[in-house]
């Protein structure tokens, strides 16, 4: 375990996560959706490849018992990738980041409704916290009626949420495959699944990008990739407990993304309700990791040793 060494890869995976946004909004005038998720997806596979390649687990780590859990996952984690760009395209980086905050609480809702887990009235409390957060920021979008453009960003809202909702239900089904999956396998076969499935939103526009745009959507390809692997080093050096809260360090590099490179100028309303959706999600991390540390230590006593 090395705590200092776990944190800063997961805010190198921020980080990357954040500018990967960036490059697929830089690119969301010219390219459809479907197409910039298979840029996202093909070219993240040669960086996952090498990866594997270096660690020794090619071709070892790729075998899967689970088939149809990966294709099931993809299938929802694809959904989740294109709503989530979609709305890139349509709201100010910041906002869809905010936004994409949800899902690790309705992961909660979904863990007991799919899962069985047990949620008790804390974390029901802190999800229901979150979600007033989600209310907050979708505020001003869900009463805009008027112009063109405001009727935009009112679908560019409901797409986002909705991408949220896909991204948590993915993580239920990864929670099912990590039972019997390696971490490369999943992450493997998930870039192979979108960017088979994402084939099929050629008919629906895709389009012979500029050179510069091509470049850009490689770009976010190989930092998708980059990203995962980063994320996935993090929790071999750390507790997830200590590294999930640098997650919320993706709002302070979107603010200054969105500022520095879109001019984008977050609203009063939109910081307020990060804010709080950030709060219930720490607590529900912080009350997770007490609720471990409790674990542990009833193992203890009752093993022969305690």
């Known amino acids: 375990m090395n705590p200092l060494r776990g944190i800063l890869l997961k805010l ?24 910039q998720v298979f840029f996202r997806s093909f070219f993240a596979i040669p960086v996952i490849l090498i990866w594997l390649i270096r660690r020794g687990e090619f071709p070892r780590g790729l075998r899967t018992a689970r088939p149809m859990g990966h294709v099931f996952r993809g299938l929802v984690g694809t959904a989740a990738m294109g709503l989530g760009f979609a709305g890139l395209g349509l709201l100010p980086l910041p906002e869809v980041t905010a936004i994409g905050f949800a899902a690790p609480l309705l992961t909660v809702i979904f863990a007991a409704m799919f899962l069985g887990e047990d949620v008790r009235a804390f974390r029901l409390a802190t999800v229901a916290l979150g979600l007033i957060g989600v209310l907050v920021i979708l505020s001003p979008r869900l009463g805009q009626v008027g112009d063109g453009l405001s009727t935009a960003e009112t679908l560019g809202a409901v797409i986002t ?8 239900l993915a993580q239920i ?114 009350r997770e990791h007490r609720l471990g540390l409790e674990r542990n230590r009833q193992r203890k006593a009752m093993s022969p040793q305690g």
């Open 12 to 35: 190198g995976s921020v980080t990357i996560f954040v500018v990967m946004a960036a490059l697929i909004k830089a690119t969301a005038d010219e390219v459809p959706a479907g197409q």
């Open 161 to 168: 949420l909705m991408g949220a909702m896909c991204a948590a």
């Open 173 to 286: 089904f990864v929670r099912k495959l990590v039972s019997q999956e390696t971490t490369a396998a999943i992450v493997f076969w998930f870039s192979v699944t979108a960017s088979v499935l994402a084939l099929f939103t050629v008919p629906f526009g895709w389009v012979l990008p500029s050179p510069d745009t091509a470049a850009l959507l490689i770009l976010a390809g190989l930092l998708g990739g980059l990203g995962q692997i980063l994320l996935t080093s993090a929790y071999r050096f750390a507790d997830a407990s200590l590294v999930a809260p640098f997650d919320y360090a993706a709002m302070l590099f979107a603010l200054l993304i969105g500022y520095g490179i879109f001019g984008e100028v977050p609203s009063a309303t939109m910081l307020t309700g990060a804010s709080i959706v950030i709060a219930a999600g720490v607590l529900i991390i912080w």
